[in-house]
Antibody, heavy 117, light 107 residues
Framework: EVQLVETGGGLVRPGSSLKLSCATS????????MNWVRQAPGKGLEWVAL??????????NYAESVKGRFTISRDDSKSRVYLQMNTLRDQDTATYYC????????WGQGVMVTVSS | DIQMTQSPPSLSASLGDKVTITCQAS??????IAWYQQKPGKAPRQLIR???TLVSGTPSRFSGSGSGRDYSFSISNVESEDIASYYC?????????FGGGTKLELK
């Protein structure tokens, strides 16, 4: 059974940092592209970042809104994907989901990140 | 970036109705569109990918079609469990982009 479990959310001040983690199981993680998608309260879905697999040299791509502030990474030995979020802004407040494959066939339950002073 | 224009933003239907949601891409997305259902407080669930391929477990009353820039998603015989928000996603070109969503309510 495919499972994605996000952790690491919380309440932080503007300008601070936070690192999200997504633990996966039930599939071959090492050859799977992984995404982060977020959803601000009461709003729609926004794709945030993608990390490709080793066969694509772990290429990372980002939404313009987070480029230069967020870094996606992965640890194939632990079947985990991460999202390092720096210089957080109020507008980054959202539920963050990790999703599998380019087309997001499986989603985690999400983790809430609140950026507020 | 490819813009996905989803309509309508909201939809009111009676049980048993057929409803259709559309997504228009700002350029050809070569059928690389997926559709998701999201219920309040829950993570989205993929229903359809590559325009019309039903994901395992998706009821047959859901369907998708389209090509080029124009795509549609339909629910025939709406059931109470279908009350949710629906989103399209293009995954042809990075950055992936979602439509704005459609909230389906009971009339």
């Amino acid at each position: 059974e495919v499972q994605l479990v996000e952790t690491g959310g919380g309440l932080v001040r503007p300008g601070s940092s936070l690192k999200l983690s997504c633990a996966t199981s039930g599939f071959t993680f090492s050859n799977t592209w992984m995404n982060w998608v977020r959803q601000a309260p009461g709003k729609g879905l926004e794709w945030v970042a993608l990390i490709k697999d080793k066969y694509s040299n772990y290429e990372a791509n980002y939404a313009e809104s987070v480029k230069g502030r967020f870094t996606i990474s992965r640890d194939d030995s632990k079947s985990r994907v991460y999202l390092q979020m720096n210089t957080l802004r109020d507008q980054d407040t959202a539920t963050y989901y990790c999703t599998r494959r380019g087309y997001g066939d499986y989603w985690g339950q999400g983790v809430m990140v609140t950026v507020s002073s | 970036d490819i813009q996905m224009t989803q309509s309508p933003p909201s939809l009111s239907a009676s049980l048993g109705d057929k409803v259709t949601i559309t997504c228009q891409a700002s350029q050809n997305i070569n059928k690389y569109i997926a559709w998701y259902q999201q219920k309040p407080g829950k993570a989205p669930r993929q229903l359809i990918r590559y325009t019309s391929t039903l994901v395992s477990g998706t009821p047959s009353r859901f369907s998708g079609s389209g090509s080029g820039r124009d795509y549609s998603f339909s629910i025939s015989n709406v059931e109470s469990e279908d009350i949710a928000s629906y989103y399209c996603l293009q995954y042809d070109n990075l950055p992936w982009t979602f439509g704005g969503g459609t909230k389906l309510e009971l009339k």
